[in-house]
Structure formats: C-alpha cells, structure tokens
C-alpha cells in the first residue's frame, strides 16, 4: 500500500589507522615515516618518555599526504615512545582511528 513516514538511520565512522614504516634517532631529534592509508584528513602523533604515554606530547598533521615528521629539541640519550592515528574530518567534528602500536627510538647526543 502507500506508506508515508521517516527512517532515521546512524552509523560510526572509524577511519582505517595506519603504522610506521621507519623511524630514525637523530641528534636531539627523531624521524618518523609511515604508511598512507585512504580517505582520511590528518594524522595525530603521540610522543613520550614513558611506555604508558603519561605526560605525553601531541603533534598534528592536518594534511593526508605529509607522511614524514621530524620532531626536534629532545631530550639526548633518551628512549622515546612513539604512536600514530588518523582522523577524517566530516562538518567540523574529527573521528578518529585507534592508536598504532607503540615503538620505541633511540635519541642520540
């Protein structure tokens, strides 16, 4: 027959993550490269002195086709952890991937 009426329909968007391919110590500065996945806006990367990423800092990439970053002024000698996601930016609000797995690099003097 005919219908009438409205279907309201939702769904999670969880853009495909990525992971590093390379990662290099440097003198006070470490280099990261990594894959390049599809359909995303920007990545996110998570650096730490801790293997639990407390006191962590946050870099932002907000282009999809930079897939290296140096990150500068480290501290010498030290291991740092690192981590990366994606997000797909739709009207203003980021979703977001899960986090990569955890590497560790060595900064040098």
């Not at 086709?65 to 997000?87: D, E, G, S, W």
Request: aromatic share 12%; glycine share 6%; no cysteine.
């Amino acid at each position: 027959g005919n219908f009438t009426g409205t279907v309201k329909a939702s769904f999670n968007v969880i853009p495909k993550g990525t992971s590093f391919s390379k990662l290099t110590g440097g003198k006070k500065q470490i280099t990261l490269k990594w894959k390049n996945p599809k359909n995303i806006t920007g990545y996110e990367i998570e650096y730490s002195l801790k293997k639990d990423f407390s006191a962590s800092k946050t870099v932002k990439i907000a282009k999809a086709k930079t897939l290296t970053k140096t990150i500068k002024k480290l501290k010498a000698n030290k291991k740092y952890y690192v981590r990366i996601r994606t997000y797909k930016a739709i009207n203003g609000t980021r979703y977001y991937s899960s986090w990569s797995a955890k590497k560790s690099v060595k900064v040098k003097a």
